[in-house]
């Protein structure tokens, strides 16, 4: 249990103690961890899926996140966490520990995503907006199967740009960027659990 959990536990039962009454903790709790997930680029699934990767597992504050062939491996695991509300999230990579990042928190379209310790600002903080939950999606890597009903399309707090990738291309080793949010598949994201 960590040190904030355990205040927030001894809080409760010193207010039900004294007869206040105690809010239960809303669906996303501040300080919730979900996840790990595969990100998979939308507009690649059908041919030869990529997944948001962290090239060769680096674990270096600002090393510039691709697409790659998915795999399946640490590097292209990510889970979320409502670090700072319950309403938007870090996305921290399995191998690191480090979060999605807007570089130098910048709002330009084109700035490059890449991975930085976690801390509060907001160009390391995503919305997740579901686009398609109607569709199952499956996918085998490596003998293992992986299902998921939800596409997301992910939106930075700060600049209000979304995750995609650089120039649109979505061959392998290619850049992650935050682009114009658009109703189109190269800028939505299958999530899909690794259980």
């Not at 690649?44 to 399946?72: A, E, H, R, V, W």
């Not at 490059?112 to 509060?120: D, H, I, R």
């Amino acid at each position: 249990m960590t040190l904030k959990r355990w205040f927030q536990s001894a809080l409760a039962l010193v207010l039900v103690a004294m007869g206040v009454a105690v809010v239960q903790t809303p669906a996303h709790a501040i300080g919730e961890v979900y996840g790990p997930y595969l990100l998979v680029n939308a507009g690649t699934f059908l041919d030869s899926p990529q997944c948001i990767d962290n090239p060769n597992s680096n674990k270096n504050d600002n090393t510039i996140m691709t697409i790659y062939n998915c795999n399946g491996g640490s590097n292209q695991q990510w889970a979320n966490e409502t670090a700072v509300t319950s309403s938007d999230y870090w996305t921290f990579n399995e191998a690191s520990h480090k979060c999605l990042t807007v570089q130098n928190a910048s709002s330009a379209q084109s700035a490059k995503v890449l991975q930085f310790t976690c801390n509060s600002g907001t160009n390391e903080r995503w919305t997740y907006t579901a686009v398609d939950r109607s569709d199952t999606f499956t996918m085998i890597l490596g003998g293992k199967t992986y299902t998921s009903r939800v596409v997301f399309e992910i939106e930075n707090l700060k600049s209000s740009l979304c995750l995609g990738t650089s120039n649109g291309v979505l061959t392998s080793g290619t850049q992650l960027v935050q682009t114009g949010c658009s109703n189109i598949s190269p800028n939505w994201w299958i999530q899909f659990p690794v259980n």
